[in-house]
C-alpha cells in the first residue's frame, strides 16, 4: 500500500466525541506491549486526551485505509509554563517558546502493519500544514534514539527534555520551524 490510498480527515475539539473511541481503539493497540505500566495505559491515555482536548486549539487528523482508521496525530497550542519547566534547555531562548506561538504535537501514532510506508509523516504533515503558528514541538522518550532520529529527519530539533508527568518517561523536547 501506498500514500495514495491514504485518507486524511481534519478534526477539531467539538469533534471528539465523533472520533473518541478512534483514537482511544488505535492507541490501545499500538501500547499494547506497555500495558504492565499505568503511564501508557488507557485509562491515563483518555485522561490526557480529554486535557488536551479541554482548549479551543486542539486540531486532530486521523487517517485511514479504505474506511479503517490506520493512525492519527493531534496537538494543541503549547503553554508558556511548559516552556518555562524545560530542563537542559539548549538555550535559554527556548523558555519563551510558549509565548510567541508553538503548536505541541501531543500524539502521533500509526498501527503496526501501516509502519515504515510513510503514513505518520503523511499524518504528520497534514496536521503541520495548516498550523499559523511560528514552531511545532513534540516530545519523544529519550530510551528511544532511533525515533529521534526519524523525527531529526523531518526537520525536528532537540531542544530540551521535559518531563510532563510525575510518572511519566523523561523526553528530549524537539521543535521544528513552521515558517
Known amino acids: 500500500m501506498t500514500l495514495d490510498v491514504l485518507s486524511l480527515s481534519h478534526y477539531q475539539r467539538e469533534h471528539l466525541p465523533l472520533i473518541r473511541s478512534t483514537l482511544l481503539d488505535v492507541y490501545a493497540d499500538v501500547y499494547s506491549g506497555d500495558a504492565a505500566d499505568p503511564f501508557h495505559s488507557v485509562q491515563r491515555f483518555e485522561e490526557r486526551l480529554s486535557g488536551h482536548a479541554s482548549g479551543s486549539s486542539w486540531a486532530c487528523v486521523v487517517g485511514d485505509v479504505e474506511g479503517e482508521p490506520v493512525g492519527f ?64 514541538s513534540l516530545l519523544v522518550d529519550s530510551e528511544h534514539p532511533k525515533v529521534r532520529a526519524l523525527y531529526e529527519s523531518w526537520g525536528y530539533r532537540k531542544a530540551g527534555q521535559m518531563q510532563p508527568f510525575e510518572d511519566s518517561p523523561r523526553y528530549d523536547a524537539m521543535v521544528l520551524d513552521l515558517r
Not at 504535537?105 to 503514513?119: A, F, Q, T
Open 73 to 136: 496525530a493531534y496537538g494543541r497550542l503549547d503553554s508558556v509554563r511548559e516552556w518555562r519547566e524545560i530542563l537542559d534547555p539548549v538555550t535559554p531562548s527556548v523558555r519563551d517558546y510558549g509565548e510567541d506561538g508553538t503548536f505541541g504535537l501531543c500524539e502521533i501514532m500509526v498501527l503496526s502493519p501501516w509502519r515504515g510506508k510513510g503514513i505518520a509523516r503523511g499524518i504528520h504533515d497534514e496536521l503541520m500544514g495548516r498550523r499559523p503558528e511560528q514552531r511545532a
